[in-house]
C-alpha cells in the first residue's frame, strides 16, 4: 500500500511508544502498511518502567505492573511474547491502621468493624448495579447520564453511606483506582470505569481482580519486547511538537524532523494531546475535551529491604493506612523472593503534598508508616526508589486521566472519535478496563483496525 | 534599574497583551522597569474585542464589554484614559419563552410563575449567605471548604429547589456567568466566584449589577489606549512557546526569538499557561492545576438591523429563551442608536453544538430564536456576526475559566503563587470580580507590584 502515496514517509505515524502505540504499530505491520513510531523519551513503555533491584538480578517495577484474569488482551499478548506471570504475594494477613493501631485482616475490606463492614457492603451493592446499567462504550446514553454526570464520586458515597469509616475506605479505593480524590472525579465516570472493569471488585482485587499477577521480567518486559519485535522505525527522543492534517494527509513534526503519512495514531495521555499545536486547530468539542480530562498524581515509594520479612509474620505485605503519606501498601517483591520490596502508593492531594517536601523528609515519612503497619525491620531498607508521576514532562500523572463532572455527557465520545486523518490509542480510550494495560493494548488494537479501514476505502 | 542587568534584553518580560498584560506593562513602566511585551496576536485586547457595524461609524463588540458601579478598578482606569460609557440599554420591558409563548416581565428574574418566583429567592438567599463565608483570597479555607468543593453547583441548585422552574433559571444564569453548565463547576468555585463580586445579583442584574454599562468606543478602546500609551516594545504575532527559568532570569521563546530579563509575567488563560514548554517544569501542584481549569465555551451571535425595532413596543430587547441556542439576549445597538443590534449568548453545551453546524444553519438557528422573542422583523437582519471564541487559538474558550470540584482545595493557591521569576495575571487569578475586566486590572497591578517588590529585594 505504501506505493500508493510514494510522496510519504510511511502509511501511518504512532506517536507514543507506549504499549498502546507499539501494539498499534505491530498491527499496522501485520496489515502490510509502512508505519514509523515517534517516542518523545529516550525509551519505551510510557507509564511502563522497569527499575533494578540493588539485591540479585531482578527488576521491580516503578510504573504500571498488575495483571487480572479478564483482562483477556494483555494475557493473549503476554503468552504470545513468551513473557511469563507469578501471583502477586497474597499469602497471610493484611494489616489496617485503625484509630492508631496496626489491625490484622483477610480480604480485600478490613473487617475491623461490622457496621463499616455492612456499610460498605451495601453502598458497594448500589454502586455496582448502577455501573451495570452504564455502556462503558456510551456512558453518556445511560438513562440515568445526566443526573449521575451532575455529580462527584465523593458527593454520592457521603449520601450513600451511613458510617464515617465507609467513605473513608471509598475514599482510599478510589485514590489507588484513579490516583484522584471523590470529589473530583464524576460519579458517571466512575461508574462507566467500573463497568469497564466488570465490578468494583474487579479493580480492588488481588485474587481475581486487576492486582492477581505480575510480570517476572517486569511490566515493562511486554513494551520492551514489541519494540524489539518492530520492524518499522522507532524514533526515540523525538516529542511530537506539531502536527498539521488534512484529509488523508499528516505531516508530523518530532524532534526537528517533518514526517509525512496518511494518517497518524495518537497513542499519549489526553491532556498531552493538548501541548501539540495542531494546525488547524482540532474541532471545538476536543479541544474543550482536553481541557476536561486530567492526569491523577501518583508517586510510587519502594523499600527494598534482604529478605520480605514481613512473610515470616505471616503478614502479606498488604496494608491500609489513612494516616499515612501512602495510604496503600503492597508487596512489590520479585517472584524469585531474592530481596523484600515494599511499594507503598502516595496518590491524588497527598502526592501533592509529598512532593513538596525534600527527598529525605519524603522517604522518612513513607518508611515511618511502613514501620506502623510492619514493624521497626521497615526502618532500615538497603534502598529507597521514588517515582513521581506528575513531575514527568511526558505524561504529567499517574495512573490514569480522568472525567470531572460534566466532561462524560459533553465530550465523552471526543475521546475516541478520529477527526479526518487522527486517530487516538492509549488506555483512557478503551472501553473494556479502561485505564489497564489490557485496555491499552485493545485501544492500540482498535485504532490500527479503523485506520487500516479509513486508508483502505481510500485506496478504492 | 535596568542597567543592574545590561545582559537582558529587559526588567520583565509580559506575556500577553489582554488587559491584564498591558496594564502589568503600565504599571512596570511607572515604576521605572523596562519591560517588553509579547502577544501571539497580530491584536491586543485578548478577550476584548470590537466588530466594526455596517451601518454608521461606530462599533459594536464581540468579546466581553460591560462595566458594573461596583467595578472601581475598570472604572478608574476608562476615567483616567478618557473613555466614555453610556448605559446599557434597560427600558421597557424583557421578554421569556415560557413554555413556548413569549411573556413579557420586568427586572432580572422572570415573574412568571410565583412559585418559581419563590423558589429562586430562597435559593438565590441561601446561596448569597453562603458565598459571603467564602473569602475569594482564599476559598480553600473556609470552613465548609471542602463540602462545598466536593459537589457540583448543579448537584447544590437539585437539592436546594423544589420547582423545576428554579435550576432552570440557575442554569441559564451559570451558563451566561461561566460559559459552562452547573454540572460542570464546583460548588465552592461557584461561591469564591459570587464573593469576589459581591452578590449573585451584582453577578447578573444590568442596573446596579455587572451589565450596567458599556464603553461608547467599544470595551477594546481599553487595550488599544493602554497599547498607544505604552513606551515599551510591544511584539504582535509572537506567541510564546517556551519559558527557561532560575532565580532571578527568565529567557522566553517568542515567535522565533529569545528574549532575556529578570521575571516574567504571565497574563494568559490558564490553560495555555500549560502549553508553553517550560523550562525546567513548573511545579506538580501549578501544573495539576493547570490540567483542571478549563475555559467555558461562548458563541457571540449579533444580528445588525437598520433600527433597534424592539424598543417601538416598548422592549427592552432583553431576553431569556430556555429553547433556544441562544438562551440569553441582549440589546447591543451602540450609544447613539445608529443602528440595532441584537446580541444573543449560545453558551456551555449549547456552544458545542451549534459549533457542529454549518454557518448558515448556524445564523438560522439564532435568528429562528430571536423571531420567537421579539418578531417576524428579527428575521431579516442586515449583517450577522459570529464570534465563537473556543475556537480561538490563543483563547480556546470564554468568557472565563472555572474549576471543577476538588480543583480549588486541592490547587487553588498555585493559581495566583509566583514560581521563582514566574508571576501571573489574568482575569481568572484576581481575587476580586474575578473573570472580569476589573479583575483583570486589579492583577495586572499585583502582578506588577510583586514583581517590582522581588526585584527591588534582589538588588539590595
Known amino acids: 500500500m505504501s506505493a500508493e502515496s510514494p510522496q510519504n514517509d510511511a502509511d501511518v505515524i504512532v506517536v507514543g511508544a507506549g504499549l498502546a502505540g507499539l501494539v498499534a504499530a505491530r498491527e499496522l505491520e501485520a496489515k502490510g502498511l509502512s508505519v514509523i513510531v515517534c517516542e518523545a523519551r529516550d525509551r519505551v513503555g510510557g507509564r511502563l518502567l522497569n527499575e533494578p533491584l540493588p539485591i540479585g538480578d531482578q527488576v521491580t517495577e516503578v510504573g504500571g505492573e498488575w495483571l487480572g484474569p479478564t483482562q483477556y488482551k494483555i494475557n493473549a499478548l503476554a503468552d504470545e511474547l513468551g513473557l511469563q506471570r507469578h501471583a502477586t504475594y497474597d499469602e497471610g494477613d493484611n494489616v489496617i491502621d485503625w484509630n492508631g493501631k496496626a489491625v490484622r485482616y483477610g480480604g480485600a475490606i478490613p473487617r475491623v468493624n461490622p457496621a463499616v463492614l455492612a456499610d460498605v457492603g451495601q453502598a458497594q451493592l448500589r454502586f455496582e448495579r448502577m455501573a451495570r446499567s452504564v455502556d462503558p462504550a456510551e456512558p453518556w446514553a445511560a438513562k440515568s447520564a445526566k443526573r449521575w454526570d451532575r455529580q462527584t464520586l465523593g458527593s454520592w458515597f457521603a449520601r450513600n453511606t451511613a458510617t464515617s469509616g465507609a467513605p473513608l475506605m471509598f475514599e482510599i479505593a478510589a485514590e489507588v483506582i484513579w490516583g484522584a480524590e471523590p470529589a473530583d472525579i464524576s460519579l458517571l465516570h466512575a461508574l462507566a470505569y467500573t463497568s469497564a472493569a466488570g465490578s468494583f471488585s474487579a479493580l480492588i482485587d488481588v485474587k481475581g481482580g486487576a492486582q492477581q499477577e505480575r510480570f517476572v521480567e517486569g511490566s515493562q518486559s511486554v513494551p520492551l519486547r514489541l519494540a524489539e519485535q518492530l520492524s518499522s522505525p522507532l524514533l526515540l527522543e523525538s516529542p511530537v511538537s506539531r502536527i498539521d492534517h488534512h484529509e488523508g494527509a499528516v505531516s508530523v513534526y518530532a524532534g526537528g524532523r517533518e514526517l509525512t503519512a496518511r494518517a497518524v495514531i495518537v497513542a499519549i495521555p489526553p491532556p498531552l494531546t493538548g501541548h501539540i499545536d495542531w494546525q488547524p486547530l482540532l474541532p471545538v468539542n476536543r479541544d474543550q ?27 502479606s505485605g498488604q496494608a491500609i493506612d489513612p494516616a ?87 465530550h465523552g465520545a471526543a475521546l475516541r472519535a478520529p477527526i479526518g486523518p487522527i486517530h487516538w490509542a492509549g488506555a483512557e480510550t478503551a472501553t473494556r478496563w479502561t485505564g489497564y494495560m489490557d485496555g491499552a493494548v485493545s485501544s492500540g488494537e482498535d485504532a490500527a483496525n479503523a485506520v487500516a479501514a479509513q486508508l483502505a476505502t481510500a485506496l478504492v
Chains 1, 2 share one sequence.
Open 289 to 315: 475535551l482536553v481541557q476536561r480530562i486530567p492526569h491523577g498524581a501518583a508517586i510510587k515509594c519502594l523499600a527494598v529491604y534482604p529478605r520480605p520479612f514481613w512473610r515470616d509474620d505471616g503478614l
Open 324 to 410: 499515612g503519606p501512602a495510604r496503600v501498601i503492597y508487596d512489590n517483591s520479585p517472584a524469585d523472593g531474592s530481596c523484600g520490596v515494599m511499594l507503598g502508593f502516595v496518590v491524588g492531594n497527598r502526592a501533592r503534598e509529598l512532593a513538596e517536601l525534600e527527598p529525605q523528609a519524603r522517604q522518612a515519612a513513607v518508611l515511618k508508616g511502613f514501620v506502623r503497619m510492619f514493624g521497626a525491620q521497615a526502618a532500615q531498607p538497603v534502598a529507597y526508589i521514588e517515582q513521581d508521576w506528575a513531575r514527568e514532562r511526558w505524561t504529567r500523572g499517574c495512573p490514569v486521566c480522568y472525567m470531572p463532572p460534566g466532561a462524560m455527557t459533553a
